[in-house]
């Protein structure tokens, strides 16, 4: 699989009543976007495609909601935040670092809308799509 990028996600969970994001960082990503020319053309949009040799810690959303201690795993859901590159500081739900700061601070901020799961094939084939905007 080609790769040009490396991607940083943030997974959403609610602990104590308070959202809470746990980061990962994944090398090798292919990220393709569209930029919206215009406040009437419609969102930016992405599809991210991602080997998933580089996934080894993955689980489905609802394993890795269950799990007490998620910070050894990851996963792809709904909701969750997606960027272009490396980014190394934590996403909060209060200052002093917000998802509306995170967009302020860096390009290619998304929400993912779709996670497509391709496990067939070889393992060089094998891959997760992405939907985000």
């Known amino acids: ?6 991607i940083t996600i943030w997974n959403k969970y609610r602990a104590a009543n308070v959202d ?3 980061q990962v960082q994944i090398e090798d990503a292919e990220w393709e976007q569209r930029h919206a020319r215009s406040q009437f053309d419609g969102d930016d949009l ?3 495609f991602i080997p998933m040799a580089r996934c ?8 890795w909601q269950a ?7 990851f996963t792809f859901q709904v909701g969750d935040v997606i960027v272009k590159g490396l980014v190394t500081f ?3 739900s209060s200052p002093p670092f917000t998802l509306s700061a995170l967009k302020a601070a860096y390009d290619d901020v998304l929400v993912i809308t779709a996670v497509d ?11 997760y799509r992405i939907g985000a905007k």
């Open 90 to 92: 934590a996403l909060s």
């Open 56 to 63: 080894a810690n993955y689980l489905k959303p609802r394993v």
């Open 46 to 48: 992405a599809t991210v």
């Open 20 to 22: 809470t994001w746990q």
């Open 117 to 127: 799961t391709f496990d067939y094939g070889s393992v060089n084939l094998q891959h």
């Open 1 to 6: 699989m080609r790769t040009n990028s490396d």
């Open 67 to 73: 799990l007490s201690n998620k910070s050894a795993n």
